[in-house]
């Protein structure tokens, strides 16, 4: 937890690049109407995003013993 606390930028860096990443995907799979390949990509996509959110949320989370 205290590493994300450290490097601001690199946790920066990783937020923007899997929130464009992820965003794309949506899009993209968004786009494949009728195919099953475009859900598969709209759920990577997702996951991209929810991963940008982890790594804003992690220098906030609290020790689970305190």
Avoid: D
């Avoid at 946790?11 to 899009?27: E, H, K, P, Q």
């Avoid at 709209?42 to 959110?53: D, E, F, R, S, V």
Wanted: some cysteine; hydrophobic content about 55%.
């Amino acid at each position: 937890m205290k590493f994300w606390k450290e490097h601001v930028t690199l946790r920066c860096a990783l937020i923007a690049a899997f929130f464009i990443l992820g965003l794309s995907l949506v899009i993209i799979g968004w786009k494949m109407t009728g195919q099953l390949a475009g859900l598969g990509i709209m759920i990577l996509g997702t996951a991209c995003l929810l991963a940008a959110l982890m790594i804003y949320n992690k220098p906030y989370e609290t020790p689970a013993g305190k």
